[in-house]
């Protein structure tokens, strides 16, 4: 064979490093069974695992947060189905570099009959130029690319490429993801830091995992540095403490435990701060608990909460605002996340406030438990069928469009006539609900 020579494994044995590798790159998983989390691509019956078992592969994209797994997905799917594998970032390779590639791809299959899966790191940050060159090859089968990107592929993976591309979403690692990768690690005597004698704090390892933000390379790299800032002492034992944790972390331990007092204490100087209108003290209580680690979902979902029920009708557009907030963190994820979320906090607590409709609430809910199910009205029953038009369903009934949009009519049980629950305030759009509803009862009193 003429020309260039293949480009090695990435599991070629015989290459060899002058440095030792960090932590995270030398005990990446070799197989699916090693692997931790993304549990819907790599559990049994699930894709990927179908694609290792027959061996059989498609151009894919992998679209996910940092250190959750996609190069080495990658790795693993080529030595699983006998590819060679070649990797490169789209940060430091161009279009020369992609021929070279391709290239290598036509002697491997032409000489050797073996496939070359092209594992493109960021592929969103190549221009379109960049990702049209691999076009052709991939649909003339020269190569099988995989695409990694933490960036929306609709948006930042060209349309003709795409095409051609399955996209998997690869999701943000738990906690007890990364305690069980860095347990594994723990003990792992060929590849881990098996061979030293460590002793991990309870409290240090839930630090270095929460803090990882679900990157399992950054908790892998923070473990490391903690053994190796740990002094051995007489007999060789390494007592990484929560101090150790917090200098390899470089982050300090605020106080704030997930699962305790603490987390429902900040959450709920949060919630009362923007009920109390203060954007300063909202803005605090939510860098105390992003920085602490808490899972920005759970404060999304309370925001959301907390539009409707002490925002409410006053300003009907906050609830819209805090669900947008949501998808907006879903779409960004972290570092960045905390802006749209800052937005959303100082909008709540700057927005007039209402919990008329979550006292109106209550106070049904009350009936219906004192009360009991009372009786549907006739004339608001439904009447599909000749029978309960003849039992009287639906007799009477006014309909308020024909009554140019209201017509004086009782919708409540009998039991309950006259029963009013919810009571705007003066406060925002509330005080506009409220006169129309005021004039509502001034046309009925006129009726009477």
Not at 86 to 100: C, E, M, P
Not at 149 to 177: G, I, W, Y
Not at 207 to 224: C, K, P, Q, W, Y
Not at 225 to 249: F, Q, S, W
Request: proline letters at 5%; glycine letters at 6%.
């Amino acid at each position: 064979m003429a020309g260039r020579k293949p480009k090695r494994d990435l599991f070629d044995s015989k290459v060899s490093t002058a440095k030792k590798p960090p932590l995270a790159d030398r005990v990446r998983p070799r197989n699916l069974k090693e692997f931790v989390g993304q549990e819907h691509l790599v559990g049994p019956n699930k894709i990927l695992q179908r694609f290792v078992e027959n061996k059989e592969l498609v151009s894919l994209i992998f679209w996910g947060p940092p250190g959750v797994g996609k190069t080495t997905l990658a790795a693993i799917i080529a030595q699983a189905v006998d590819a060679n594998f070649v990797s490169f970032s789209a940060v430091l390779s161009g279009v020369k570099d992609i021929r070279d590639v391709i290239e290598d791809a036509k002697e491997n299959l032409k000489y050797f009959s073996k496939k070359t899966i092209l594992f493109v790191d960021e592929i969103h940050r190549f221009n379109k130029a960049q990702q049209d060159a691999f076009l052709h090859h991939v649909e003339d089968g020269t190569i099988t690319l995989i695409g990694a990107t933490t960036e929306n592929p609709s948006f930042e993976v060209n349309a003709p490429l795409l095409s051609r591309c399955k996209v998997l979403v690869l999701e943000q690692l738990t906690e007890d993801h990364l305690k069980t990768i860095m347990s594994s690690a723990l003990l792992d005597k060929e590849r881990g830091l098996g061979n030293l004698k460590v002793e991990i704090q309870n409290d240090a390892f839930d630090f270095i995992a929460s803090l990882s933000h679900g990157d399992a390379r950054v908790s892998l790299n923070t473990l490391e540095a903690a053994v190796m800032l740990a002094k051995p002492d007489p007999d060789g034992k390494r007592n990484v403490t929560l101090e150790i944790a917090k200098e390899a972390m470089q982050r300090k331990a605020l106080l704030y435990d997930k699962g305790g007092d603490e987390h429902y204490n900040v959450i709920s100087a949060f919630i009362k701060s923007m009920r109390g209108s203060d954007p300063d003290a909202a803005l605090y209580w939510l860098a105390r608990m992003l920085e602490a680690g808490e899972d920005p979902l759970f404060i999304a979902r309370r925001m959301v909460i907390f539009a409707s029920e002490d925002v409410g009708n006053a300003d009907p557009q906050a609830v819209q605002l805090a669900v947008s907030v949501k998808d907006a963190f879903h779409f960004v994820g972290m570092p960045e996340g905390w802006i749209p979320l800052a937005q959303c906090a100082t909008y709540l607590a700057c927005a007039p406030k209402s919990n008329a409709s979550y006292v109106a609430y209550l106070e049904a809910l009350k009936d219906v438990k004192e009360k009991g199910a009372m009786s549907v009205p006739f004339h608001i029953r439904n009447a599909p069928t000749r029978l309960m038009k003849d039992l009287g369903y639906g007799k009477g009934y006014k309909y308020p469009h024909s009554f140019g949009g209201y017509v004086e009519q009782s919708y409540l049980p009998d039991e309950l006539q006259g029963k009013e629950y919810y009571k705007p305030t003066d406060n925002g759009y509330d005080k506009i609900i409220k006169e129309r509803l005021e004039l509502y009862k001034k046309e009925r009193q006129r009726l009477k």
